[in-house]
């Protein structure tokens, strides 16, 4: 309903309702004043006398020449077309002879009048003149005229102030399609043309979001692509060093050539790490949204991944100590973004955590969260190759997109990684 209040074509009645009333009043207002202006002049008795008396000599002559009888109709008519701003009666022996008032007979018993020698006698004439009509006519015209002014002047102003905002807008959206992002859209009133300036801004601002968006992630693209060549060169020069060093034999012994294939291996597994992570980062950011599943309790979501991390670091070696707790409160997550978030988690402490230190995986819950966090102490005699941090990102980028939040802290020798999930009504 409201929209339809401040519609332009609402808005649009209303003025010409508004521009119609003041018409009609200053119409009537410009007319009065005239018409009454008119009465003074040409209604005082001053003028009106001498009117008359200009009048009514102009029918003694008239009389004169022509040698009428007070009855001679025809000739009478004849100088009434001439006058026609007066009106005249010729009363003779208490009988009228000739009227062109056609009032009631009483009407003449209070009434001045003038005396006219026909060639039959004298005759009393009543005259009523219709002095100045041409000028009353012409004030009518000149309200008229001003009223239709003034209408013209309202809607058009109306008009005007609409075309000169759809002007504005239209300068305004040049500058946009220049890329000037920067412009804020001119929102006036709240009509139709108001809603599309409030369009154009949330345009222009998805715009802007999106080419910042994009620059992030060229940006972020060039800093991947530099890193990550960076960090595959550094395994990927040392296997080919290792392989060439088969390759033409120099590995005599047969210990030698055990320890120089096993480096192949571990170099392949780190190259093979590194590509997988780039993989998984791609296929991450691509995915804007996912759909969550049912809220379920935290034990049936995190028991299973968590049990089969901890097998799975204890057959490489580690050690683990668990403060893990199930209570009865509910999480919403994706269950393959948890595996991937696990496995990304198991590949960094098998690169980076110290194997003679434990490994320890516990839940932390508050008033509306769960907080599942892993501490490992940092192996000093790991090569650092994850340099990009692309596991970390993977996770945080998987952990937003289950409304999560992914922490990492790193002090005296020790590495710490939180997810928080929110708790689910």
């Known amino acids: 309903m409201n929209n339809r209040l401040r519609s332009m074509k609402l808005q649009f009645a209303m003025i010409v309702l508004i521009a119609g009333i003041m018409a009609f009043f200053a119409y009537q207002g410009v007319c009065t004043v005239l018409l009454d202006s008119l009465d003074t002049y040409?209604?005082?008795?001053?003028?009106?006398?001498?009117?008359?008396?200009?009048?009514?000599?102009?029918?003694?002559?008239?009389?004169?020449?022509?040698?009428?009888?007070?009855?001679?109709?025809?000739s009478l008519d004849e100088?009434?077309?001439?006058?026609?701003?007066?009106?005249?009666?010729?009363?003779?022996?208490?009988?009228?002879?000739?009227?062109t008032i056609m009032v009631y007979e009483g009407f003449y018993e209070d009434q001045p009048y003038y005396?006219?020698?026909?060639?039959?006698?004298?005759?009393?004439v009543y005259l009523f003149g219709y002095y100045g009509y041409k000028y009353y006519n012409t004030a009518i015209l000149v309200s008229m005229i001003l009223a239709s002014v003034l209408f013209l002047a309202v809607c058009i102003g109306y008009m005007e102030r609409k075309i000169s905002y759809i002007m504005l807008l239209e300068r305004e959206v040049?500058?946009?399609?220049?890329?000037?992002?920067?412009?804020?859209?001119?929102i006036k009133g709240s009509d139709e043309l108001a809603t599309l300036a409030e369009g154009l801004n949330e345009m222009r601002l998805s715009l802007k979001e999106n080419m910042e968006m994009k620059e992030k992630l060229r940006s972020a693209n060039k800093s991947l692509v530099t890193s990550l060549s960076h960090d595959l060169r550094t395994p990927l020069t040392t296997l080919m060093i290792y392989l060439e060093l088969l390759e033409n034999g120099k590995a005599t012994d047969p210990v030698k050539e055990k320890q120089y294939l096993k480096k192949c291996s571990e170099k392949a597994v780190q190259i093979k790490t590194l590509s997988d992570q780039l993989f998984e980062s791609v296929l991450v950011s691509e995915k804007k949204e996912i759909d969550l599943e049912e809220p379920q309790m935290v034990q049936y979501v995190l028991e299973d991944v968590i049990s089969d991390m901890i097998m799975?670091?204890?057959?490489?070696?580690?050690?683990?100590?668990?403060?893990?707790?199930?209570?009865?409160?509910?999480?919403?997550?994706?269950?393959d973004y948890m595996i991937r978030i696990v496995n990304n988690v198991s590949s960094n402490l098998l690169k980076y955590a110290d194997s003679q230190i434990p490994v320890e995986i516990g839940i932390q819950y508050s008033k509306n969260s769960v907080e599942v966090w892993f501490i490992n102490g940092i192996s000093p005699y790991k090569d650092k190759v994850e340099s990009t941090k692309m596991g970390v990102n993977n996770i945080r980028s998987m952990m937003e997109k289950m409304n999560g939040v992914c922490e990492v802290e790193e002090c005296n020798g020790y590495y710490k990684i939180k997810i928080i999930f929110p708790i689910c009504p």
Not at 175 to 183: A, F, N
């Open 115 to 124: 005396n006219v020698e026909f060639q039959d006698g004298s005759a009393k």
């Open 42 to 74: 040409f209604m005082g008795k001053d003028y009106v006398t001498k009117v008359a008396r200009s009048n009514i000599g102009s029918l003694q002559e008239f009389v004169r020449k022509n040698h009428l009888q007070s009855y001679d109709k025809a």
């Open 174 to 186: 040049k500058v946009l399609k220049r890329g000037s992002l920067e412009t804020v859209i001119s």
């Open 312 to 335: 799975f670091l204890e057959s490489q070696g580690f050690h683990t100590q668990s403060q893990i707790e199930w209570r009865p409160v509910k999480v919403a997550v994706s269950i």
């Open 79 to 99: 100088w009434s077309k001439n006058h026609k701003d007066v009106c005249i009666t010729v009363f003779k022996d208490n009988t009228i002879l000739y009227d």
